[in-house]
């Protein structure tokens, strides 16, 4: 039930203007003894040629009071009172019946929003920046369809470029076969690293590692071979953690997959005048939007990754007709992206306007020890199974005969982990630091799941309820605000959708939480003797645990009934 149309409906059977526009002067008081929503009248003043203070006693004796509690005027408001049993009703009813689908609609229909996240680099570990992508993409993902738009799931793979011509160098010299099995990632970072302190001694090495790119880029069978390898047993670890963190792609077309597809891109911003020589290269000059020339062909010849990424965005548009497209990549990239999407406007495609680079921020760790440390780099696996190992020792301390417990810490433990990601302001730096993330207390992954279970624990003890609820008897002030925030749900999303930042959802169901429990620590729910409001209640916590896991779903984590 939308209340707020609804007043806006009552305001305008005696005020000509539409409702849209009634609707967004309609204001939340900041006290709830000035009722649940106010109408300024300042902005009529001009036009009524009235005092703001006239009009509203003026509104007040005419409206239509039927749905409210009451409606009142304070100087030039005018502020409504729900008819608190209606709205309790409503809302709770409305939850209950959409169930799973509570929250969402069908705004985004026919639309088509390609989200490409993720895109770790083939031979190189999944870094922790790869995981804000992962979070955040696929969190993304779920809110966008959730309203509608069909999305493609785009992993745009760093699996092309000079350095696999020098990694199939060091792969030649210094493969450990037997390390590369067991552990391929460490080994081939290994190899790698080793390539660059040598063509520090021995800068031949960098020709011989140009000179197997080409040999790959002319499809020579050998060093193609050893490039699928290589990409084979990458893709292998990283399917694993997405395993682990139930994420999925549609498609894995990465950089590789555009290789035959550059010519016609750099014939085309050829056509278009664009290409510019410069010291050797070829480059499209950006001077008139003060950013640095972007790179089309190195003075090698060699393609590069922002060819690649010209080449993709034009795939893009042509096979999934996008309305959005959306790339959610680490703000180092920002310049990267200008320079892209700003050729590809020039090159005439209006659409580049509908390319959005979805940027997050860096991220830091308190605790040193927090993870493993091989060379300066930190491994997901061991991260996220640290998270876990720690969950577990958390649970065993306080609910040490709890079944499935491998279960449960596995979906807290990494619940915990995607919560932070997407707890703030996606442009701020993240700190992680185990006390903060793991509480069950604090503004934490945990303590949203822990409400859930809680909220669960309650509904399994109900054995009969035949008593028909009332919802009149909601009306202490931590009952209403709870079944307020309740109602709020899709308000949230389209907030999030607006920003395209998940936080809005995190925040939300943060608060959610804390209503519940405040709800919780000050009512009786199941000791409690009017059966009427003892049903109501029953329905209410129902209905938070409904928006709680649908909530959380939106985020990517996953409830457990019991912790
Ligand atoms: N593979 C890149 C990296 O790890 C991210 C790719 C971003 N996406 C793009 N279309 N350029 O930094």
């Known amino acids: 039930m939308n209340y707020k149309k609804l007043v806006a409906e009552k305001i305008k059977e005696y005020i000509d203007l539409d409702l849209g526009n009634i609707e967004k002067l309609i204001e939340i008081p900041p006290k709830s003894d000035m009722g649940d929503y106010a109408f300024p009248c300042f902005q009529l003043a001009k036009v009524l040629k009235k005092a703001p203070n006239v009009i509203a006693s003026e509104l007040e004796q005419k409206i239509n009071k039927a749905d409210f509690e009451k409606v009142t005027t304070a100087g030039p408001y005018l502020n409504f009172f729900m008819d608190k049993a209606l709205f309790n009703k409503n809302t709770i009813e409305d939850i209950l019946s959409e169930k799973d689908k509570y929250g969402s609609s069908k705004v985004g229909e026919g639309k088509n929003i390609c989200v490409e996240f993720s895109s770790p680099n083939i031979a190189k570990p999944f870094h922790v920046g790869h995981l804000f992508s992962t979070s955040i993409g696929n969190s993304l993902y779920k809110i966008l369809s959730f309203e509608g738009y069909n999305c493609v799931r785009i992993n745009h793979l760093g699996d092309w470029g000079t350095q696999f011509g020098k990694l199939i160098s060091a792969y030649k010299r210094w493969c450990d076969k037997e390390a590369l099995k067991k552990e391929p990632i460490k080994e081939l970072l290994r190899i790698y690293v080793k390539f660059h302190e040598e063509a520090e001694k021995d800068p031949s090495l960098e020709d011989e590692g140009r000179m197997y790119f080409k040999k790959l880029e002319d499809g020579a069978e050998e060093e193609t071979k050893l490039w699928q390898e290589f990409k084979d047993l990458s893709l292998k670890e990283f399917k694993k953690l997405y395993d682990l963190l139930n994420v999925e792609f549609d498609s894995y077309a990465g950089e590789s997959f555009y290789s ?227 109602e709020g749900f899709n308000k949230a999303i389209m907030n999030s959708i607006a920003k395209l930042e998940p936080y809005i959802v995190t925040r939300y169901a943060i608060g959610v939480a804390k209503d519940f429990n405040k709800f919780y620590n000050s009512h009786n729910i199941l000791n409690q003797e009017d059966e009427n409001l003892k049903a109501a209640r029953i329905k209410l916590v129902e209905a938070t645990c409904q928006v709680l896991k649908n909530a959380l779903g939106l985020l990517g984590i996953e409830v457990v009934e019991k912790m």
């Not at 190195?298 to 034009?314: C, E, H, N």
């Not at 497209?325 to 090159?347: A, I, N």
């Not at 969950?391 to 433990?413: D, F, M, R, S, Y």
Request: glycine content about 6%.
């Open 260 to 486: 035959d597809k550059m010519d016609a891109i750099i014939d085309d911003i050829d056509k278009k005048g664009l290409l510019v020589e410069s010291n050797g290269a070829k480059v499209v000059m950006l001077d008139d939007y003060n950013i640095p020339p972007c790179i089309i062909k190195k003075s090698d010849g060699a393609t590069i990754y922002a060819t690649r990424d010209l080449a993709a965005a034009t795939y893009r548009k042509k096979t999934y007709d996008f309305y959005k497209s959306l790339y959610v990549v680490g703000m180092d990239q920002s310049l990267h992206f200008r320079q892209v999407f700003t050729t590809l406007k020039l090159m005439g495609n209006k659409w580049a306007d509908d390319c959005k680079h979805i940027g997050f921020g860096l991220v830091r760790f308190e605790d040193k020890k927090l993870s493993t440390r091989k060379g300066d780099v930190i491994f997901l696996d061991e991260l996220l199974n640290e998270s876990i190992e720690k969950t577990l020792e958390i649970i065993n301390e306080k609910n040490p005969n709890l079944e499935n417990k491998n279960e449960v810490a596995k979906k807290i433990g990494i619940g915990a982990v995607i919560f932070t990601y997407l707890k703030n302001n996606r442009e701020k730096d993240i700190v992680f630091n185990w006390n903060d993330m793991l509480s069950f207390d604090g503004e934490t992954g945990p303590y949203v799941q822990y409400s859930y279970a809680r909220g669960k624990s309650i509904l399994r003890k109900v054995n009969n309820m035949d008593s028909k609820p009332d919802y009149g008897k909601l009306n202490s002030k931590e009952e209403f605000e709870l079944v307020k925030t309740l």
